[in-house]
């Protein structure tokens, strides 16, 4: 176990090659057994990820193409949230929605309405399996999994679960083999079925259908539920202190106002706002034990010998919480990333997305979903609960690899100015 700030960074940026390797997750293990790019390691992970991270910036990762998907959607989401009229919204399928549709995008060449029943049996399923994963039995199983595999649990039904969701990739990889124009791929299966092509006499190639299915599902699965999450524990903190809901009105107001799309350009004026997103991510905790990793050949720490293939765990909790780098580690502060002159400071201690060679590779979209989605809702609609803010219950459903939002209601009431 990696605990504290320094000891995280240490390992995994000051020696990120001998701490580059990935540890099993017991719970899917059954389903990925070492492929695709989140769980995959050596040369086929180095292939994988290289690919990865080359193909989404081609289809507009850090790019405008990118700005411009999470803005229509969040248009798309506004006109939703108008249909109801101020009533009370349970907020889970709607973000896991937009969240899904800018990974699908990228993926699949296509976004979903958010009425479409195989869309929302998707996300359900991706849902119920990030809770699954967190749940007690799970992290039971990843104790004892070489006996319990063998019995009834919850691991069979994640495998179930993601199963379903392989079945759908399988057939939409099989409708881009039967459209697929070569002078113009439309998305990330589309330029992974042509690498596959290209290399189809090497018999040693990591671009093979198994490697297409599971990277595909890697990036929908993490595309999906991280981002939507933070937004739902987003909203239920700014329900709980309205306070900081009216300093972000008042940016939104006063540097872009009501009449323009936000855009990421506004993000290095509107400092408040930007720290209310740190803070969320921080205090949100999604991942409070990141994913394991193993060293890949013997390596000395800190006075230690670690043998090679040793799981580590890097606890990331232990540095959104520490109290060397925020003041107030317990409270939901956006000070904790202000200066005395309310200028934007960044803390090294805020690691969400981990750190390293495995560093999360949609760490850019997910970034720029945050500031799009909060500051276009807010810039439309005030809102507020069912339930006075001292009341408000933060406590999350489940915490295991992932913390899972507690379900919530919240009205949307449209803003005047409107």
Not at 378 to 383: A, D, E, G, R, T
Request: glycine share 6%.
């Amino acid at each position: 176990m990696l605990c504290g700030t320094e000891t995280i960074r240490e390992a995994l940026v000051d020696q990120a090659e001998a701490f580059s390797g990935r540890g099993t997750i017991a719970v899917t293990e059954a389903v990925f057994k070492g492929y695709g790019v989140i769980m995959a390691n050596g040369e086929r992970w180095k292939a994988l990820r290289r690919f990865s991270v080359a193909t989404m910036r081609d289809f507009g990762m850090g790019k405008r193409s990118v700005e411009e998907r999470i803005q229509d959607e969040a248009q798309w989401l506004v006109e939703e949230l108008r249909k109801s009229q101020g009533g009370l919204v349970d907020t889970l399928f709607l973000f896991q929605s937009v969240t899904a549709n800018i990974i699908c995008s990228i993926v699949f060449g296509k976004r979903f309405d958010y009425k479409d029943r195989q869309f929302l049996r998707l996300l359900d399923l991706i849902y119920r399996t990030f809770s699954l994963f967190s749940c007690f039995s799970s992290q039971v199983f990843e104790l004892y999994s070489s006996i319990l595999k063998h019995f009834p649990g919850t691991h069979r039904e994640v495998y179930k679960n993601l199963q379903e969701i392989n079945t759908f990739i399988g057939h939409s990889v099989e409708e881009h083999r039967e459209t697929l124009d070569p002078s113009t791929p439309r998305d990330f299966i589309d330029s992974y079925l042509l690498r596959m092509e290209k290399d189809k006499s090497d018999p040693h190639t990591e671009f093979h259908h198994k490697n297409l299915i599971l990277t595909s599902l890697s990036l929908f699965f993490a595309g999906t539920e991280t981002t939507s999450t933070t937004l739902r524990y987003g909203f239920l903190f700014l329900l709980k202190y309205p306070h900081v809901t009216e300093r972000v009105h008042k940016e939104i107001d006063q540097v872009i106002g009501s009449h323009r799309r936000p855009a990421l350009d506004d993000r290095t004026k509107m400092p408040y706002t930007e720290a209310v997103i740190c803070e969320i991510q921080r205090f949100a905790d999604l991942a409070p034990i990141g994913a394991p990793h193993k060293v890949t050949k013997d390596t000395h720490f800190r006075g230690f010998i670690i043998p090679k293939n040793t799981e580590i765990y890097p606890i990331l909790t232990t540095a959104l919480n520490d109290p060397r780098h925020f003041e107030t580690p317990d409270t939901f502060n956006p000070d904790h990333f202000l200066d005395a002159k309310g200028v934007l400071k960044k803390s090294e201690a805020l690691i969400p997305f981990s750190l390293g060679k495995r560093i999360c590779l949609g760490e850019g979209i997910a970034r720029a979903e945050l500031f799009l989605f909060l500051t276009t809702i807010l810039q439309n609609f005030s809102i507020s609960s069912p339930v006075a803010p001292e009341d408000i219950d933060l406590t999350p459903q489940e915490v295991g690899l992932g913390r899972i939002a507690p379900t919530y209601q919240i009205c949307f009431l449209p803003r005047s100015g409107e």
